[in-house]
């Protein structure tokens, strides 16, 4: 089994920035990619951005974090990390991260994080 934490969430004004992590345990972890997703009040789970788990790895974001939001990772510490710049009140939500087995960024997660709350005041 394999547990995900994630931290770094808080309170912020707009304009500001916060640093995601997520940690992963258990057994020995080898995801094909780890991502990150929020969810706002009264509004479905969104996908915001993805990273493969390999060398040479791939980027993926949703259109409205491409240039604000960076997602890096360092396989030895099994941590996916969400620097989130320039932050808007929109991007005000619960952030999960995730990790699957297989591709593509899309579908269905394998192992999820319990959430961390992002707040962006006006």
């Known amino acids: 089994q394999v547990q995900l934490v994630e931290s770094g969430g808080g309170l912020v004004q707009a304009g500001g920035s916060l640093r995601l992590s997520c940690v992963a345990s258990g057994r020995t972890f080898r995801p094909w990619a780890m991502s990150w997703f929020r969810q706002a009040p009264g509004k479905e789970r969104e996908f915001v951005s993805g990273?493969?788990?390999?060398?040479?790895?791939?980027?993926y974001y949703t259109d409205s974090v491409k240039g604000r939001f960076t997602i890096s990772r360092n396989n030895a510490k099994n941590t996916v990390y969400l620097q989130m710049n320039s932050l808007k009140p929109e991007d005000t939500a619960v952030y999960y991260c995730a990790a699957k087995y297989e591709a593509p960024f899309s579908g269905n997660y394998d192992y999820w994080g319990q959430g961390t709350q992002v707040t962006v005041s006006s």
């Open positions: 990273i493969s788990w390999s060398s040479g790895s791939s980027t």
